[in-house]
C-alpha cells in the first residue's frame, strides 16, 4: 500500500550480496573495512536517510566464535546493518562457482570462461537466494521500500513476492544485460528472467541492456513485453534504463583540496617531460587490459616520436584472487608488460608503471587530476563509474578521455575518443590522438563530459530510481484495491437466488498453450464445470472463438451452453446450434489467400478455417519475427478489407477476420431473456474480444477481467488459477443447505 501523506517517508531496504563493510577475521577478532567497488559506494547516501537497512553477507566469518558473532550482529543493528552470514562451501558454489563462474563471463559475453560444471552450483545459487528472502521478509514492514541489487541476487524479487505480496519491490542490475542469443545459452534462463519479474521496476544500466532484457522474455518466456512495461501474473512491472552515476561534488570538492593538487603535481615531477596516462581497474578478464598493454606496445611501434613522452601508470586492484581464470591472466599482464617494457625502455625511461595493488583514495584522487589521458578501455562493463570520476577531477579541463564503445559510460559520455577495445590498432591511434590533441580541443570535450556528471549524479539516479519504483508499486496497489472482487461482492453473489457465468475458454479457463490444441480442458476443470451445471442455482455458457465441433467434442456433455466462434454459434444445453445471420462473406477467399503467403514466409504459422472466419496462427513462430509478420499481416488487411463486411481482431499470438457485427455481446443479448429475474449475471474473460461481452452486461452484471491488461470490465482476477477458484466457490456455497432443503 501507499502510505498516505502524512506518514513518515518509507524506509529503503537495501539488498546486495555484499554489506557496505567487509568483516576481516584475524586471530578469532573481527576487523571491519569498507567495501569496494561501485555499488557500495553509490548507495551510502540511501543507506544514511533514517530508517533505512542494508542487507547483505558481511565476508567470511566463520572464523568467528558463536558468541562473536552475536556480538558482531548485535553492532550491526545499530549501524542499521543485517548479515547474511554464509558458510564457505556457500560462498564457494553460490557467490565464486555460479554468480562470477557462470553468471558474471556470460553476462560480459565472455562465453568460454562459463564453468563447464556449471549445473554443480545452481543448487546453492537458489538457496543463497531463499536466506536473502527470509532475511528480508524477517525485517520488513508495510510501506518499506525493498531495492534488490544486481546479478548475484536475480531470484531474490521473485522469491520474496511470494513471500510479500504487498511489498514495493525494486531490481537494479549494475553488469550488462546480454543479447539473447547470448543469454539463452544459460540453462536456467528461464528462472532468472522469473525471478526478476517479481519486482515492480527492473532497472538496467543503459536502454539498450533494456532491450536486450525485453527480447529475452519474448524469447524465452513467450511474453509480448512493451518496451517500457509488461503484464505478468497480474501485476505491472515496469522496466527502465537508470544510468548509474557519483557523487560529482565530492569529488570535484575533494580533487580540489591543496593537498591533491600538491600530491597530483609530486606526481608529474616524478615524470617529466612526460604526458601521465593513467588506468584504474579491477583486475578482470572484463576490463580490456591485455589490450591496451597491446595498444601501447602498437603506439610505441607506430610512433617513435612519442618515445620517452609519455608514461602508462596502470593500477590493477587485485580481485577474485586464487581462481585460475584470474591468476592466469594476472601472469598474461605480468608478461606481456615486461616485454613491452623490454622493448621501449632506456636508462632514463620505461613507457609503463604497473601496480598491482589497490590504492588509497588521496593516491585515487592525485593520479585523475594528474592523468592527461584517461584509458578506460574494458571489452564490456555495465557503467564503469572510474570514467565518471576521472572527468570530475579534470578541474583544468586538460585531459582527455578514452573510453570504450562496449561501456555502457559510452552512452552518456559521447565526447570522450570512443574505441572499439577489440581493434588494437584504432586504440593506439585514438591514444596517439588524445595525447596530440591540443588544448582548445581537450577543453570542449571535457567541458562537455563534465556538465554531464555535474547535470546527472549518484542522488539522481537514486531519486530517479525511487521515484520510479514508487510509481510502479502505487500503481499496482491501486490495480489490486480497485479491482479485486470485494469479499461483500462475492457474498452477495453467492447468497442471491442464482447466478448466470459466461465464461471465456483460453486464458480464462486454461494458461495458454502453444497450439490451440494443446489447451485440451484437463479432469479438474470439467469436473467443476459439471459440479456448477448440476446445481439447479447455475446457469454456465462458455463463449470462446474456437470452432463448434472443438467446444462440442470437449464440453457437449456436459449441460453448459456453447457459445463458438465469438458468437456466430450459439447451442443452448441439449439443443442444437443456431446460427446467427451473417452479411457476406466474398472476403474469404483474398484473406485466405494472404494469411497461406504468410505461412510462407513464417514457418510455424498456420490458418485456422472456421465456419465464418480465418485465423493466422503464429505463436509456433519465432516470437519477434512472428510479431513483426503479424503486424505486417494486419496492415495488408486491413486495406483489403476496407469496404467490406469484416473486422480484424486483436488476439494473442493470432490475427483473425470475422464478419462485422458478430462478436460476444450478441450471446448476452440474447442470455438477458433467459436468466430468471433476480439472477445476477457474471462475465469473465482475458482477451479484447471478451470487451463486447463486457460491454454487453446489464448494469447490474459483474464483469471480470483475467491479466492485468487494461479492461472496461469492473473487476479483476490475476490468472486461470484464480478463475476456477472463484467458480469452486460458486460450486461449493450453500451445498448444505440445498441439501437440507
Ligand atoms: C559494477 C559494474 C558499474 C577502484 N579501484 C580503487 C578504487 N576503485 C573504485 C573506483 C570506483 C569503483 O571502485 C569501481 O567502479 P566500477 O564502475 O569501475 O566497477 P565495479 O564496482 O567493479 O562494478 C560496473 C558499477 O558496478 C556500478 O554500477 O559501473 O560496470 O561492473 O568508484 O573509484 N577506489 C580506491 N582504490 C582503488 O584502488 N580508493
Not at 547483505?56 to 566469518?61: A, K, N, S, V
Not at 483474398?590 to 504459422?605: K, L
Request: charged share 25%; net charge negative.
Amino acid at each position: 500500500m501507499v502510505p498516505p501523506d502524512s506518514s513518515p517517508p518509507p524506509r529503503n531496504l537495501i539488498v546486495s550480496n555484499r554489506l557496505p563493510v567487509t568483516i576481516q577475521v584475524h586471530d578469532g577478532v573481527p576487523r571491519a573495512v569498507p567495501s569496494a567497488g561501485g555499488l557500495a559506494t553509490s548507495m551510502r547516501q540511501v543507506h544514511a536517510e533514517p530508517g533505512s537497512l542494508w542487507i547483505g553477507w558481511p565476508g567470511d566469518t566463520c572464523g568467528l566464535s558463536p558468541e562473536a558473532r552475536v556480538d558482531l550482529d548485535e553492532q550491526f543493528v545499530g549501524q542499521n546493518l543485517r548479515a547474511v552470514h554464509l558458510e564457505r562451501t556457500q560462498v564457494e558454489r553460490f557467490y565464486e562457482g555460479f554468480s562470477n563462474g557462470v553468471l558474471w563471463p556470460l553476462f560480459h559475453y565472455s562465453l568460454e570462461r562459463v564453468r563447464l560444471d556449471a549445473w554443480k552450483d545452481w543448487e546453492a545459487y537458489r538457496e543463497v537466494n531463499e536466506r536473502f528472502a527470509d532475511t528480508v521478509a524477517q525485517v520488513w514492514q508495510p510501506g518499506d521500500r525493498i531495492w534488490v541489487h544486481d546479478y548475484q541476487l536475480a531470484l531474490v524479487p521473485q522469491l520474496l513476492r511470494a513471500r510479500l505480496p504487498e511489498a514495493s519491490i525494486g531490481f537494479f542490475l549494475h553488469i550488462p544485460f546480454p543479447a539473447s542469443a547470448a543469454f539463452r545459452i544459460l540453462p536456467w534462463r528461464r528462472e532468472i528472467l522469473e525471478g526478476l519479474l517479481g519486482a515492480d521496476l527492473i532497472g538496467f544500466q543503459t536502454f539498450s541492456f533494456q532491450r536486450h532484457f525485453m527480447s529475452a522474455l519474448l524469447r524465452v518466456l513467450g511474453l509480448e513485453p512493451r518496451l517500457e512495461d509488461l503484464e505478468y501474473q497480474g501485476r505491472m512491472v515496469r522496466v527502465g534504463a537508470f544510468p548509474i552515476s557519483i557523487d560529482t561534488r565530492y569529488f570535484v570538492a575533494r580533487s580540489a583540496e591543496p593537498e591533491t593538487s600538491a600530491a597530483a603535481e609530486a606526481l608529474r615531477a616524478n615524470h617529466p617531460g612526460c604526458q601521465l596516462l593513467v588506468g584504474v581497474d579491477r583486475l578482470d578478464y572484463t576490463k580490456g587490459l591485455p589490450r591496451r598493454v597491446l595498444a601501447i606496445e602498437r603506439l610505441l611501434e607506430r610512433a617513435p616520436h612519442l618515445h620517452g613522452k609519455f608514461k602508462f601508470i596502470q593500477v590493477a586492484v587485485p580481485s577474485r584472487t586464487g581462481v585460475e581464470a584470474y591468476e592466469k591472466l594476472r601472469r598474461e599482464i605480468d608478461e606481456l608488460i615486461g616485454r613491452v617494457n623490454g622493448r621501449f625502455s632506456n636508462l632514463q625511461w620505461s613507457p609503463v608503471q604497473y601496480l598491482y595493488r589497490s590504492v588509497d583514495e588521496a593516491e585515487l584522487l592525485a593520479l585523475y587530476r594528474a592523468g592527461d589521458v584517461m584509458l578506460v578501455t574494458p571489452l564490456r562493463d555495465g557503467m564503469n563509474l572510474v570514467a565518471k570520476e576521472y572527468v570530475a577531477c579534470q578541474l583544468e579541463h586538460d585531459g582527455v578521455l578514452v573510453l570504450s564503445e562496449f561501456a555502457g559510460a559510452a552512452w552518456e559520455l559521447g565526447d570522450a575518443l570512443l574505441v572499439n577495445p577489440y581493434d588494437v590498432d584504432q586504440t593506439a591511434q585514438a591514444i596517439q590522438d588524445a595525447l596530440e590533441m591540443p588544448l582548445e580541443a581537450r577543453a570542449e570535450r571535457m567541458k562537455a563530459l563534465r556538465r554531464r556528471v555535474q547535470q546527472w549524479t549518484v542522488h539522481h539516479w537514486t531519486s530517479d530510481f525511487l521515484r520510479a519504483l514508487d510509481a510502479a508499486h502505487a500503481e499496482n496497489s491501486q490495480r489490486q484495491a480497485t479491482t479485486a472482487l470485494p469479499a461483500g461482492q462475492i457474498d452477495r453473489l453467492l447468497s442471491a437466488p442464482g447466478v448466470a457465468l459466461v465464461l471465456d475458454y483460453d486464458g480464462t479457463l486454461v494458461p495458454f498453450a502453444s497450439t490451440p490444441d494443446r489447451a485440451r480442458p484437463d479432469a479438474a476443470l470439467l469436473q467443476l464445470l459439471g459440479r456448477l451445471v448440476a446445481r439447479r442455482d447455475r446457469l454456465v455458457h462458455l463463449a470462446s472463438g474456437r470452432d463448434r465441433s472443438t467446444l462440442l467434442q470437449w464440453f457437449g456433455g456436459l449441460g453448459v451452453g456453447l457459445h463458438a466462434e465469438h458468437g456466430y454459434w450459439s447451442r443452448l444445453p441439449d439443443g442444437e446450434w443456431v446460427q446467427r445471420p451473417v452479411p457476406s462473406l466474398d472476403w474469404m477467399p483474398s484473406v485466405r489467400a494472404i494469411m497461406e503467403r504468410f505461412c510462407e514466409h513464417a514457418p510455424g504459422s498456420f490458418v485456422e478455417e472456421k465456419a465464418v472466419a480465418l485465423a493466422w496462427h503464429y505463436r509456433r513462430c519465432e516470437p519477434q519475427f512472428g510479431a513483426s509478420q503479424a503486424r505486417e499481416l494486419r496492415s495488408h488487411l486491413a486495406k483489403l478489407l476496407a469496404n467490406q463486411p469484416a473486422e480484424v481482431l486483436p488476439g494473442v499470438k493470432v490475427v483473425e477476420v470475422r464478419p462485422s457485427g458478430i462478436h460476444k455481446g450478441l450471446i448476452l443479448q440474447d442470455l438477458a431473456l433467459r436468466v430468471p429475474p433476480g439472477w445476477p449475471i457474471v462475465a469473465i474473460g482475458d482477451d479484447a474480444t471478451d470487451e463486447d461481452l463486457f460491454r454487453a452486461l446489464p448494469p447490474e452484471g459483474i464483469g471480470i477481467h483475467v491479466g492485468s491488461r487494461d479492461s472496461i470490465a469492473r473487476y479483476r482476477l490475476s490468472d486461470p488459477t484464480s478463475v476456477r477458484l472463484l467458480l469452486e466457490r460458486f460450486a461449493s456455497a450453500g451445498l448444505s443447505a440445498l441439501h437440507a432443503a
